[in-house]
T-cell receptor, first 111, second 117 residues
Framework: AQRVTQPEKLLSVFKGAPVELKCNYS??????LFWYVQYSRQRLQLLLR??SRESIKGFTADLNKGETSFHLKKPFAQEEDSAMYYC?????????????FGRGTQLTVWP | DSGVTQTPKHLITATGQRVTLRCSPR?????VYWYQQSLDQGLQFLIQ???????AKGNILERFSAQQFPDLHSELNLSSLELGDSALYFC????????????????FGPGTRLTVL
């Protein structure tokens, strides 16, 4: 069965510190992984997808198939990064398209 | 607004009642997804429509139903409401999932907050 686990509900760091939001998944196949972000009073929006292999707002995420992880990292956190972050998985075949979400990690970046 | 829109923003109703949530996808998007976000269950996929046809079902209760109309807007109907149905209901849209190997980016609406008293 598909499952996405974000072990940290809350994560706090100081501005300028590195940040890593953890995400582990289980899926019998080759999934597509995403990170979505929800800033205060805004809608959920896509931050990263693993197939793009790009850096958005200084964030990167690498898919590690051996460890079934897709951790989100940023070397120097900024106050404006404070938000709720969701890791999500999209399967293939009959489950193509639908997203399975983790429970989310609330990141707070202190000045 | 060319993004996904949802109405109403807030809905307060009583147990046993029926409500309809409405979603308009982004212009050109053929797929619509409904998700429920609650404190105990997190964000859960409910149902997907593609170009008017049901494509996939998730953890959707039998008391809930949805449809996508010819103009591609979608409605989620919730009936015989219970206290536990109180949640934020999100709609998302994407271009489509017609056999493509790679999933499409989903664009989310602002959500409808349903409170059942």
């Amino acid at each position: 069965a598909q499952r996405v686990t974000q072990p940290e509900k809350l994560l706090s760091v100081f501005k300028g510190a590195p940040v890593e939001l953890k995400c582990n998944y289980s899926y019998s196949g080759s999934p597509e992984l995403f990170w979505y972000v929800q800033y205060s009073r805004q809608r959920l929006q896509l931050l990263l997808r693993h197939i793009s292999r790009e850096s958005i707002k200084g964030f990167t995420a690498d898919l590690n198939k051996g460890e079934t992880s897709f951790h989100l990292k940023k070397p120097f956190a900024q106050e404006e990064d404070s938000a709720m972050y969701y890791c999500a998985l999209s399967g293939r075949g009959s489950t193509l398209g639908r997203l399975y979400f983790g429970r989310g990690t609330q990141l707070t970046v202190w000045p | 607004d060319s993004g996904v829109t949802q109405t109403p923003k807030h809905l307060i109703t009583a147990t046993g009642q029926r409500v309809t949530l409405r979603c308009s996808p982004r212009s050109g998007d053929l797929s619509v997804y409904w998700y429920q976000q609650s404190l105990d269950q997190g964000l859960q996929f409910l149902i997907q429509y593609y170009n008017g046809e049901e494509r996939a079902k998730g953890n959707i209760l039998e008391r809930f139903s949805a449809q996508q109309f010819p103009d591609l807007h979608s409605e989620l109907n919730l009936s015989s409401l219970e206290l536990g149905d109180s949640a934020l209901y999100f709609c998302a849209s994407s271009v489509g999932t017609s056999g493509r190997r790679v999933g499409n980016e989903q664009f989310f609406g602002p959500g409808t907050r349903l409170t059942v008293l």
